[in-house]
């Protein structure tokens, strides 16, 4: 018989959702034993067993997309299944089964980790520990930091916010809402998958071409809603002109990234701050010539080392999209 304490397999109650976002902002992830590490784990050795069992690389990669999502997904649904087993024991049990959805779901969040990174980088920067910022940037972002000026690292972390904001945040989010703690876990591995074999070198550039485009899927519509949320956020912390400037730059400069996805919020980003993000920088050594978006950097530059600080406003914009995407998105949910 169902009772209130009943988990439906593919929705969540939108009090859970909130509880799991409110988790992560709080408390954030823990440093061992996260289910990202074990996803990555299992994509590493499916890996070598389709590279020693197969020859054909662009089948190898399908291969291992279809079965590293298709056993975390049904990993996810057996954990589903088995938690609402336990609320059919008894109230205690429903609590301690809620509980467990709740703490596991939020390890499926990254916004306080993303805030914590940012911060270090952003304090080591403002006391002048100019080495070791480029050490912790390493931790964000691909690029050769080793040369970077202050300025170009403050860059790259608000890249890294803005892009993160789709693919740790609201992506995540997005697909909680849509179809539960299921297709919330389905969407992580695939961005996992794309972080670990996407790459456009001679390694990956067969191997890893199915997960990169099936990211590329997954992430079309978060990046935009990621890109509309921070245009949204710049209006009520810098003002409408401000805002006005963010969805220009949007639309003008979001589709000049190598990614049809990054660059919707890099460009929104970067017309909030006023700024220029984006353009050539060194990957494993080689000069990778990237265009520009946004605008006015050498204007805005002077002013942000003087008198504001860029990378805890682009925090401040993150938090908030974060909080008016979940705010906007449960509204709808429940009006359908």
């Keep these: 018989m169902e009772t209130y304490w009943n988990?439906?397999?593919?929705?969540?109650?939108?009090?859970?959702?909130?509880?799991?976002?409110?988790?992560?902002?709080?408390?954030?992830?823990p440093k061992r034993f996260h289910p990202v590490i074990w996803i990555g784990n299992l994509i590493d050795r499916i890996e070598k067993f389709f590279r020693k069992k197969?020859?054909?690389?662009?089948?190898?990669?399908?291969?291992?997309?279809?079965?590293?999502?298709?056993?975390?997904?049904?990993?996810?649904?057996?954990?589903?299944?088995?938690?609402?087993?336990?609320?059919?024991?008894?109230?205690?049990?429903?609590?301690?089964?809620?509980?467990?959805?709740?703490?596991?779901?939020?390890l499926f969040i990254a916004l306080r980790g993303l805030i914590n990174e940012a911060r270090r980088i952003n304090n080591l920067l403002i006391t002048g520990n100019l080495k070791s910022?480029?050490?912790?940037?390493?931790?964000?972002?691909?690029?050769?930091?080793?040369?970077?000026?202050?300025?170009?690292?403050k860059t790259a972390v608000i890249e890294s916010l803005a892009e993160n904001l789709s693919d740790a945040v609201i992506a995540p989010l997005f697909y909680f809402i849509v179809g539960g703690f299921p297709f919330l876990v389905l969407y992580k591995t695939v961005n996992t998958l794309d972080s670990m074999v996407g790459y456009k070198n001679n390694k990956y550039i067969k191997f890893g071409w199915f997960s990169a485009k099936m990211d590329d899927l997954f992430?079309?519509?978060?990046?935009?809603?990621?890109?509309?949320?921070?245009?949204?956020?710049?209006?009520?912390?810098?003002?409408?002109?401000?805002?006005?400037?963010?969805?220009?730059?949007?639309?003008?400069?979001?589709?000049?990234?190598?990614?049809p996805n990054s660059g919707i919020p890099e460009a929104a980003m970067a017309g909030a701050l006023k700024i220029k993000l984006g353009g050539p920088n060194y990957y494993g050594g080689v000069l990778v010539e990237k265009p520009y978006i946004g605008e006015n950097s050498d204007i805005?530059?002077?002013?942000?080392?003087?008198?504001?600080?860029?990378?805890?406003?682009?925090?401040?914009?993150?938090i908030l999209s974060s909080f008016l995407f979940l705010f906007i998105a449960l509204i709808i949910r429940s009006l359908l």
């Design 7 to 29: 988990m439906k397999f593919l929705y969540v109650e939108s009090w859970i959702i909130s509880s799991v976002f409110l988790i992560d902002i709080i408390f954030g992830d």
């Design 54 to 106: 197969l020859s054909n690389e662009k089948l190898s990669g399908v291969l291992l997309f279809l079965t590293v999502t298709g056993i975390v997904f049904l990993s996810a649904s057996i954990f589903i299944h088995l938690l609402d087993k336990l609320t059919g024991i008894s109230d205690l049990f429903s609590v301690i089964a809620y509980l467990l959805l709740i703490f596991t779901g939020s």
């Design 133 to 153: 910022a480029r050490q912790s940037l390493c931790a964000l972002v691909g690029r050769d930091a080793e040369t970077l000026t202050a300025w170009k690292i």
């Design 219 to 259: 992430n079309y519509i978060p990046a935009r809603i990621s890109g509309l949320m921070i245009v949204l956020s710049s209006l009520f912390l810098l003002g409408f002109s401000t805002a006005k400037n963010s969805f220009r730059i949007m639309l003008r400069d979001g589709k000049k990234h190598p990614s």
């Design 300 to 318: 805005v530059e002077s002013r942000i080392d003087i008198n504001f600080n860029v990378i805890e406003t682009t925090i401040n914009i993150i």
